[in-house]
């Protein structure tokens, strides 16, 4: 009972970051058409810095600065690059945003090199949270997704509340009849992709130590926020934090059940021998399959419900 | 520009740049790559196949080219004992390999287009890669597929054990596949497919089925892709998980953009320019992968009709070229000499702190 | 008029559409018989574009009946209703921009002559899709332009292009929305003489804004206001209704001072 407990709690932080991160691209993605394959560069580079800020100031200051700095870089990015090559089409800004993180990558080896930074818990949240009989929840853990929330409901607020949310609203779905009102969209534009890119290094700079800080993590998760987006439905937030839920519950769960169709079919008295032809599919447990369960979930979802869970018709 | 006499007349010219090449390079290392751009040129015509051609961003290309090097060391592995011969038709093979992988993922791939095609592609690649690697009966694990091309009896005294051999086999393996996907363009599919990637919803209202064009295109794509990666497994007598990565896929579509997808020789040249940056600028600086993210996004930037439509902007108006022309042109040169150097110093100093 | 054997070409039956709480479409009915031409006229915002998007599938009808040549084909995907013999050319000019003027008509030929997936054949040897192209270009004044990209062609070019890829397939019910939006005197009076040619012996359903170009060409004008045809007679008889009148009038009224 507790392992369900404990596995569903730690799945749920996992998903809130997932969301954070996938906030911010189906923001950007509904407001510029783009959809930011460098959000999981941006994701690293909160981890990077945060890490050399944590060095010289502490944990505290780098929960800051680690953020606002890969927004301003998105802001940058966005002005310079983005903007330049909106005029050549979709699939241009998309070509943009993937030879940025496929730079971004190596930038960041030539900075710090290839091997994984020892950026550390820090001390105040190191620990059980709580213990359940025999199994500890991580106090960081507790604490990522007390962020993730706050973060989130205040994201939600400013959207719904304020003037500046007001703007981004309208100019998800009207942009010319606002700039035709005397707004400068181009400059809400700019905005919301940094904004958007703060949210990927906030996420960067939590998980980078409750996970692993790394020239690879950008691509380990990217991959897996773009399934969120997609299973999501492309453009909802709503369709984002279920499919964010979902995928990191399923993943947590999966990593830590051996069972495998080999043994379940033993279980109903089913026995295959070794040099049967699909026993090496069949001998996988859930345990090495779960990296790969968000892509199996895309497909299915694709091949039942093309547009998404909550997306518009195609 | 008499256009058809041109094109004619190149094609003579590359078909017998292609038959001499090994005499001008003759050593064992340029002989490598000259292999190599000969498989990455099928591979990246097979990509714009999908990019320029039909308006299709795949991340995922390498699936369909790395699943049939798989399939063609296997097959290599089963045939060994038979004949030289055989081996002339393993790319076939692998191409028809490729095709079945390109029907399976194809079909899902297809059911959306535009950003959600390419997250899908990225999402298949994933998955293949990352089943590959749980699979190790099948795939070989870590270390992968080794295989043999020498396959026994030989044809004509030969075996295919030299690389002057396995360059010739490349070479027309190339010619016969460029021929036949410039064919394609000269077909109502070609055609179709074109009008499918500028305006879908108008080619829906004319009585097309975008859905369709986009799934056979993409079959046909993976056929082609496949007889890359049979060669490749040719060439180099292994296959690794490393064939069907997204790092791979993200190298075809670099070298591919890099050439230009809008003209149909143009990923010939990225094929070229990409093999030469992963082959031979490696060799003296750690800076190689760095420099193609670079050259790519810098192409997306200013140049998006890559290497080939910058050369044929160039060929048209270098005459109306103005001074403050040269004068940027210049100042570009110089700017990205100071990139170069200030990039190498900052290796240099990473590896020795 | 129509009977069971003969039904008409196109037929809605208390069609509606709605998008979130506004009801574009609200119980439209009309009814187009074999070689007829209509003219279809509205304050804007009557829903006029909605219509022809109902009618060529790239909308689905929220409720009602709508039938070409007796089949129902609400909810039926574009290119398949463009296989059963409708064409629609659009008032925002959507052509192939980076395909020649011959490429975009040849696309369009292609699908009337059923090559869509064909890649066993060369372009060149299609004798009777050529011969169509040829036919197509005298037809709409193109012949300067064959090798040129569609993309850069002037405006009144490319609407001339947007009209020959519409009736390329020789589709027998043909809907053209705005022809002649953007055109000056000259241009629209060109224009209306290539539509008159192009339709002969077809049925057209047109929506218009210039009454010239609409009283020259249509035999029958249907007035949708507010997503109902409130009238749909002969131009002389339209000319004279009350109802219309007042739609249109009413709409001046309200815009003066």
């Known amino acids: 009972m507790e392992f369900t407990l404990i596995t569903l709690l730690n799945g749920l932080s996992y998903g809130l970051l997932l969301f954070l991160l996938s906030s911010g691209l189906t923001l950007i993605f509904s407001m510029l058409g783009v959809l930011n394959f460098a959000h999981a560069s941006f994701y690293m580079l909160g981890a990077y810095f945060a890490y050399a800020i944590s060095i010289q100031l502490g944990f505290w200051p780098a929960l800051l600065l680690a953020p606002l700095l890969t927004g301003l870089l998105g802001a940058l990015v966005e002005r310079v ?73 205040a994201a939600g607020w400013l959207l719904k509340r304020s003037r500046i949310g007001m703007l981004i609203q309208a100019a998800l779905t009207h942009p010319q009849m606002l700039e035709a009102l005397g707004h400068n969209v181009p400059r809400l534009f700019t905005l919301v992709f940094a904004a958007g890119c703060a949210l990927a290094g906030l996420a960067g700079v939590v998980g980078g130590n409750a996970f692993v800080t790394e020239p690879g993590m950008a691509a380990g998760v990217g991959s897996i926020i773009f399934v969120v987006v997609v299973v999501g439905g492309l453009g909802s937030l709503k369709g984002a934090f279920i499919a964010s839920l979902l995928i990191g519950i399923l993943q947590t769960y999966a990593v830590a059940l051996d069972v495998s169709l080999l043994s379940a079919l033993a279980h109903w008295g089913i026995q295959i021998a070794p040099d049967a032809v699909g026993y090496p599919l069949l001998r996988l447990t859930l345990a090495q399959v779960a990296p790969v369960l968000p892509y199996l979930l895309l497909v299915l979802v694709m091949l039942l419900r093309p547009r998404g869970l909550f997306g518009l018709r195609d | 520009m008499a256009l058809s006499s041109w094109r004619g007349k190149s094609l003579w010219l590359a078909f017998a740049l292609l038959l001499a090449a090994p005499l001008l390079f003759a050593q064992s290392a340029a002989l490598s790559i000259l292999s190599q751009c000969g498989c990455m040129m099928i591979l990246a015509l097979s990509f714009n196949m999908l990019l320029g051609q039909s308006g299709m961003l795949s991340f995922g290309h390498a699936v369909y080219s790395g699943l049939a090097a798989f399939a063609s060391a296997h097959l290599m592995n089963e045939l060994a004992g038979s004949s030289a011969a055989a081996l002339l038709l393993v790319p076939l ?195 190689w992968q760095l420099y193609l993210g670079l050259l790519f996004v810098l192409i997306v930037l200013f140049a998006p009709g890559g290497i080939a439509g910058a050369w044929i902007k160039l060929l048209a108006g270098w005459r109306q070229m103005t001074l403050r022309g040269w004068l940027r042109l210049a100042g570009g040169l110089l700017t990205a000499f100071g990139a170069v150097f200030l990039i190498e110093m900052l290796y240099r100093r990473a590896a020795i702190l | 008029m129509s009977d069971q054997l003969h039904p008409p070409v196109l037929e809605l039956r208390n069609l509606h559409k709605q998008f979130g709480a506004v009801r574009i479409i609200n119980g439209a009915a009309l009814q187009l018989r074999q070689g007829e031409k209509l003219a279809l006229i509205g304050p804007n915002g009557a829903g006029k574009s909605t219509l022809f998007n109902l009618i060529s599938g790239a909308i689905v009808p929220g409720s009602g009946e709508l039938l070409l040549r007796g089949r129902e084909i609400g909810g039926m995907t574009p290119f398949q209703i463009s296989r059963l013999g409708l064409a629609r050319s659009f008032q925002i000019t959507s052509i192939f921009p980076r395909l020649s003027v011959v490429d975009n008509l040849r696309t369009a030929v292609l699908a009337a002559h059923g090559y869509r997936y064909t890649f066993w054949r060369r372009l060149s040897g299609l004798g009777k899709v050529n011969y169509r192209i040829e036919e197509l270009l005298q037809q709409c004044g193109l012949q300067a332009h064959g090798a040129t990209l569609a993309g850069d062609l002037s405006y009144a070019v490319q609407r001339a292009l947007e009209i020959g890829i519409t009736i390329a397939g020789d589709a027998s019910l043909i809907l053209l929305d705005e022809p002649t939006a953007g055109m000056n005197r000259d241009e629209a009076a060109a224009a209306t003489e290539l539509i008159r040619r192009v339709s002969a012996g077809k049925t057209l359903l047109l929506i218009e804004h210039d009454m010239d170009v609409v009283f020259g060409l249509v035999d029958r004008i249907a007035v949708l206001v507010d997503g109902r045809i409130i009238a749909c007679d002969t131009p002389a008889a339209i000319r004279a209704n009350r109802a219309v009148q007042e739609a249109y009038l009413g709409a001046v009224e309200a815009q003066q001072p």
């Not at chain 2, 694990?141 to 396959?151: A, F, H, I, K």
């Not at chain 2, 690389?163 to 086999?169: C, R």
């Not at chain 2, 993976?222 to 497994?233: D, M, N, S, W």
């Not at chain 2, 093999?275 to 031979?280: A, E, G, M």
């Open chain 2, 93 to 287: 093979a692998g191409g028809v390999a490729g095709m079945l992988a390109g029907v399976v993922f194809g079909y899902v791939a297809t059911r959306r287009s535009g950003t959600a095609l390419s997250m899908i592609s990225l999402a298949l690649v994933e998955l293949v890669a990352a089943a590959v690697l749980m699979l190790p009966a099948w795939f070989g694990g870590e270390s992968g597929v080794s295989t043999n091309r020498v396959l026994g009896m030989p044809l004509f005294g030969v075996d295919f054990s030299s690389q002057l051999q396995v360059y010739y086999l490349i070479a027309f393996w190339l010619f016969v596949s460029t021929a036949a996907m410039y064919g394609l363009t000269q077909t109502p599919l070609g055609r179709i497919a074109n009008a499918v990637r500028d305006n879908p919803q108008r080619a829906a209202f004319i009585g097309h089925d975008p859905r369709q064009v986009r799934y056979l295109m993409f079959m046909l794509s993976a056929f082609f892709a496949g007889v890359g990666g049979a060669l490749t497994a040719i060439n180099f007598e292994i296959v690794s998980a490393e064939n069907l990565s997204l790092l791979r896929s993200a190298q075809i579509l670099l070298f591919t953009f890099i050439g230009g997808i809008g003209y149909f020789f143009g990923p010939m040249i990225g094929a070229i320019t990409g093999v030469l940056f992963s082959s031979l600028l490696s060799a003296y600086t750690r800076g």
């Open chain 1, 81 to 153: 690059g983005l903007r330049h090559v909106r005029r050549h089409g979709q699939v241009a800004e998309l070509l943009f945003t993937f030879g940025l993180s496929y730079v971004v990558v190596e930038l960041v080896q030539l900075a710090w090199g290839r091997s994984a930074l020892p950026y550390a818990i820090p001390a105040q949240l190191d620990g059980p949270l709580f213990t359940l009989y025999s199994t500890a929840f991580p106090a960081y853990r507790g604490f990522m997704m007390l962020l993730a929330l706050l973060v989130l409901l």
